[in-house]
Each structure stands twice: as C-alpha cells, then as structure tokens.
C-alpha cells in the first residue's frame, strides 16, 4: 500500500503565497501524482498534475500561472507551490497518486489518496 502525508497548508493573506508538499511512502518515483481540492459547500476538483518523470504537467484554468507543481524524487516529494493566492482557493488540498506514468485531470483515475490539508486564503 502506498501512503500520501500532505503538509504546508494554513492560513495566508489574498496574493500570498503557500507551499504544499506530499510525502510518498515505497516505490512511488516513477508514477503521476496530482492535487485535488474541495472548497466548502463545494465539489472536488482537479487542480494540477505531474508525470512519474516530472517531464509533463496538468492545471486546472483557474490556477493556471499561479501554482506550479514539481517532483523532488530523492525524497518521494511532490510539492505545489501556490502564488497570488485567491480567497477562493480555500479548500482541502488532497494529494493523489495514480498507477500510471502521465497527469490525468480526472479524479476516478487515482488509486491513492492523503488525508488532506487546510488552506485558508483571507480577503
């Protein structure tokens, strides 16, 4: 079984910026991971993805040149970084890990999922 531990979540000022990271447990290198979110009163929904080789990425529109997801294989990481942060942002990050080698958009695709972290963005 594969385990995903997000961290870096909190609460950040409009136009701030966070940093999440994902830690991966086992041989988890060479497969795409991406982060979900889930706003309150809202549904899930994709917000970007990376390649088992970090060659390829996948974002939503609405976060599309303002967060930046990257891999840092050494330590089975996985890290998004969020600028100009939005009060709508607000949600529950979850990152997830699919048992396949490029981004998918689509949640159904990822067979591993964290428990999530908190991200709060103040007007």
């Known amino acids: 079984q594969v385990q995903l531990v997000e961290s870096g979540g909190g609460l950040v000022q409009a136009g701030g910026s966070l940093r999440l990271s994902c830690a991966a447990s086992g041989r988890t290198s060479t497969y795409a991971m991406g982060w979900f979110r889930q706003g309150p009163g809202k549904e899930r929904e994709f917000v970007a993805a990376i390649s088992g080789t970090g060659g390829s990425t996948a974002y939503a529109d609405s976060v599309k040149g303002r967060f930046t997801i990257s891999r840092q294989n050494a330590k089975n990481t996985v890290s998004l970084q969020m600028n100009r942060l939005k009060p709508e942002d607000t949600a529950v990050y979850s990152c997830?890990?699919?048992?396949?080698?490029?981004?998918?958009?689509?949640?159904?695709?990822?067979?591993?999922w964290g428990q999530g972290t908190q991200v709060t963005v103040s007007s």
């Open positions: 997830a890990l699919r048992g396949g080698s490029w981004p998918s958009r689509h949640e159904a695709d990822y067979d591993y």
